[in-house]
């Protein structure tokens, strides 16, 4: 029997697509943030692990549900975002719903609809921003378009990681009707090149995100959203017309500066400025 931390992959915040607790938040709320963020983590390395048996992952995942809701220590990052929230008095559904998607990830390799995609997302992404929404005092009313976002991120991952995702994992998130629509097949995924079929999928499901995050009260939390938001609308253009099975998606470090400039420009007005639509998909 293994623990959790012999399964992790390495990877930290600074590592991931999108900004983790960055300095654009209050220093006060960052540690909060960043134990979930290392459940989350940890959690996502169990799933994701190439050679550990479904039936090992799926012991750790509850493992560290046990340690989030109390029942045992066996999981110092379930036992620390369960200290967290405890402090600030928030709850720890957040945390048992991403632990619901990671053992989807375990069991699940393939989604037939885009309906069963964003299911998913109900639990891989949108406990994400709620937390955030949640440790910085927003109200549920942020949800929705925090849904929307958090499952647009997620998405765009999928499709930047979506032949990377096939050959390691045999996991597939685009969806199989779609696929079989365009005529293209899940094996070209382990192609050098996708199809012209296989290109029209992924530049599909791009084109089907957009979200908008002016509801957020919090300043510094709004320009971090918006920030990200830009990030996201920028990947999901080029998603739309590039290739990620051989060209370049993610962005360079200048990139990501040019852009966070933009965003501090044309930061958006608060819930007492205009009203801002809600985030969604379209399909």
């Not at 090992?56 to 809701?69: P, V, Y």
């Not at 402090?87 to 998607?101: S, Y």
């Not at 290739?243 to 958006?268: F, K, M, N, S, Y």
């Amino acid at each position: 029997m293994s623990a959790a931390h012999e399964l992790r992959s390495g990877k930290g915040h600074n590592d991931e697509n999108f900004p983790v607790a960055s300095f654009i938040i209050e220093a006060r709320h960052r540690p909060a943030v960043m134990a979930f963020y290392r459940f989350a983590r940890t959690a996502d390395d169990i799933a994701d692990h190439p050679t550990a048996a479904a039936a090992e992952k799926l012991r750790l995942l509850d493992e560290m549900r046990s340690a989030l809701e109390g029942e045992t220590l066996d999981n110092p990052e379930g036992a620390a975002l369960r200290a967290v929230l405890l402090a600030r008095g928030l709850a720890t559904q957040h945390g048992l719903d991403l632990l619901e998607a990671f053992r989807r990830d375990v069991d699940t390799r393939r989604y037939d609809s885009w309906d069963e995609l964003m299911d998913y997302c109900r639990y891989s992404a949108a406990p994400v921003g709620r937390m955030v929404l949640d440790i910085h005092g927003e109200p549920p009313t942020t949800w929705p378009a925090s849904d929307a976002l958090c499952a647009a991120l997620q998405l765009i991952n999928h499709l930047q990681d979506c032949g990377k995702d096939y050959r390691a994992l045999d996991r597939v998130y685009l969806p199989t009707a779609d696929l079989t629509a365009a005529g293209a097949q899940v094996d070209e995924l382990s192609g050098a090149k996708a199809s012209p079929a296989l290109r029209a999928v992924i530049a599909e499901l791009a084109g089907r995100t957009w979200a908008l995050a002016g509801q957020i009260r919090n300043r510094r939390l709004r320009l971090e959203v918006a920030f990200i938001q830009r990030v996201a609308e920028d990947l999901t253009q080029r998603l739309m017309v590039h290739d990620p099975l051989c060209e370049r998606v993610h962005h360079r470090r200048l990139e990501l500066l040019g852009l966070a400039g933009l965003t501090l420009v044309q930061l958006p007005p608060g819930p007492s400025g205009p009203a801002a639509p809600i985030g969604g998909f379209k399909r």
